[in-house]
T-cell receptor
């Protein structure tokens, strides 16, 4: 069962902030976030683990509410390079089976 | 380091034809998977493999077959292509275990007419 992302699309001006949400009906072990530029492959942003550990490579923050099975991705002071489609992926039951949401399209305008 | 390589990049098939999408990785990853991407549907898991000789179904496995004879390769077979299989297909690999980063190939754009 796919996690649900909201909103479906966001349009921002440079420097504005955005929040993308991801929720699941299953008990989650981890939440992954990826970004995809048009015509390219998805690229890893970060992983949030049950228990609070966070692993990532970019200056983008996220949270994971284990009780609500929800995660939020925070994009602050957005740049043109942040434009793309963001996907959350979830793992549950300790099984390596990464299920993605439907995606959130972010457009940052000058 | 090539990473995850998918071939072909583009393919047009006629309904009923069969074909194999190739995926190879050179990172010695145990876990490999196939996704299809359709507008508004996100990335949907077709099949996955936790190691050579072991495969399992994902969310949308019907119409697709896989096998994993080596660690490096994970081909996806369409036995009898249908227009509903028109999509962009991505192969991904990662180390085994949960909470590991997935590396994606550049995708194969398949059109079935």
């Amino acid at each position: 069962q796919q996690p649900v992302q909201s909103p479906q699309a966001v349009i921002l001006r440079e420097g504005e902030d955005a929040v993308i949400n991801c929720s699941s009906s299953k008990a989650l072990y981890s939440v992954h976030w990826y970004r995809q530029k048009h015509g390219e492959a998805p690229v890893f942003l970060m992983i949030l683990l049950k228990g609070g550990e966070q692993k990532g490579h970019e200056k983008i923050s996220a949270s994971f509410n284990e009780k609500k099975q929800q995660s939020s991705l925070y994009l602050t002071a957005s740049q043109l390079s942040y434009s793309g489609t963001y996907f959350c992926g979830t793992e549950s039951g300790g099984v390596r089976k990464l299920i993605f949401g439907q995606g959130t399209t972010l457009q940052v305008k000058p | 380091n090539a990473g995850v390589t998918q071939t072909p990049k583009f393919q047009v098939l006629k309904t009923g034809q069969s074909m194999t999408l190739q995926c190879a990785q050179d990172m010695n990853h145990e876990y490999m998977s196939w996704y299809r991407q359709d507008p508004g549907m996100g990335l949907r898991l077709i099949h996955y493999s936790v190691g050579a000789g072991i495969t399992d179904q994902g969310e949308v496995p019907n119409g697709y077959n896989v096998s994993r004879s080596t660690t490096e390769d994970f081909p996806l077979r369409l036995l009898s292509a249908a227009p509903s299989q028109t999509s962009v297909y991505f192969c991904a690999s990662s180390y085994s275990g949960t909470a590991t980063e997935a590396f994606f190939g550049q995708g194969t754009r398949l059109t079935v007419v």
